[in-house]
């Protein structure tokens, strides 16, 4: 076998976590040594102690029976004739910033590619479901964002997740999702279009072997490694105990910088962000809040949006300016600009076909950001 099979081999031993690899590695160096102790040293480390509060004798009867080479030699080659790229801690290719954190998975399986060591990562986090508001804003900071070269992060779960990898992708930028399934499995299965156009612009990234179902337990376990290779942590709507906020955990672990897209008060979806930002979280308002961190020499456009100078008629005007991020319907629209219907209309038309607002639903607008 080749090195990388011994690795391989090593990543998928049934019911041999990261701290049990850790040990491994920590007596033996490095993964064929370890496929090729002998049953005798294996048992004797277990009876002197050195593996006592690691491994149980199912573990190493695990590591004894798991060594068909013609099945290992199979396994690998599959992998790689379906396009997915295996590393392990033992390459140099593994990503700096998962070496040290806690608990950093021993391999990751790659469809695309991986984050170059220069890349700078935004990880966008939040609720499944997420409103209107949280639907933009996710897609107008992650586009605004990667379209400065900085790479959006998230779990592609339904939700802010999906939408911060459309903004991203929109623009042209790259984005990369961390899954809590294997590699081959798109979960949820809504979201097959974005898996696809990922691996173009980006990647997707998994510790769990091709055919690992989504198993609840596994989520929270994937977002210490989104939080850990991102270089900071934006949540865009969570409630008070959202899971997202276990991203944040991980951060603050780390020592991730936080950020928090704020919400009205009584708005129960912003209940979590609103006290994230209490807490010392950088409040996000616009793009810049998070640029100016990660971009050292960046300087902000005179107009972000890209709309450059509007010029407006006054009823243009008067409607554009009572629409924001966070959509309104025709008739909430009507009694801020005392428009007659006929005349909003109208103008609301003329402003779409400008590409200055759109419709997110039928009768609900919002502006273009």
């Not at 006592?52 to 798991?66: F, G, N, P, W, Y």
Request: with cysteine; glycine share 8%.
């Amino acid at each position: 076998m080749d090195q990388m099979e011994y690795r391989y081999w090593l990543a998928n031993l049934p019911n041999i976590g990261v701290k049990k690899i850790e040990r491994l590695l920590d007596i033996y160096g490095n993964s064929e040594n370890i496929f090729r102790s002998t049953n005798e040293e294996l048992y004797a480390l277990k009876k002197e102690g050195a593996f006592a509060e690691h491994m149980s004798e199912k573990d190493l009867e695990t590591i004894t029976q798991q060594r068909d080479i013609d099945m290992i030699h199979r396994n690998y080659t599959k992998l790689i004739n379906n396009g997915i790229y295996f590393v392990s801690r033992e390459e140099d290719d593994y990503p700096e910033k998962l070496r040290n954190i806690f608990g950093a998975p021993y391999a990751l399986y790659v469809k695309g590619r991986l984050p170059r060591k220069q890349d700078k990562l935004i990880a966008i986090v939040g609720a499944r479901e997420c409103s209107p508001y949280g639907k933009e804003m996710a897609k107008y900071l992650a586009g605004a964002i990667a379209k400065e070269g900085i790479m959006v992060i998230s779990g592609l779960a339904r939700g802010i997740d999906s939408y911060a990898h459309q903004g991203a992708l929109t623009v042209g930028g790259g984005t990369y999702a961390i899954m809590g399934c294997g590699i081959d499995n798109c979960y949820p299965r809504e979201n097959i279009n974005l898996y696809m156009e990922m691996q173009k612009e980006g990647g997707i990234i998994s510790e769990y072997a091709p055919g690992i179902q989504p198993l609840a337990g596994n989520f929270p376990m994937r977002n210490r490694i989104i939080s850990g290779l991102s270089d900071g942590i934006l949540i865009i709507e969570a409630k008070e105990k959202s899971g997202s906020l276990i991203t944040v955990d991980y951060g603050l672990e780390q020592g991730k910088e936080i950020y928090a897209l704020p919400g009205r008060a009584t708005d129960h979806l912003s209940e979590g962000c609103n006290n994230l930002i209490k807490m010392g979280a950088k409040m996000v308002t616009s793009p810049k809040d998070i640029l100016e961190d990660l971009l050292p020499q960046y300087v902000e456009n005179a107009d972000q949006s890209g709309h450059g100078n509007i010029v407006l008629s006054a009823k243009q005007y008067k409607v554009y300016s009572c629409v924001n991020a966070d959509p309104k319907h025709i008739e909430e629209i009507s009694l801020l600009t005392q428009l007659p219907m006929e005349q909003l209309m109208e103008q609301l038309l003329e402003l779409e076909l400008r590409g200055l607002i759109r419709q997110t639903l039928k009768n609900f607008y919002c502006k273009e950001l």
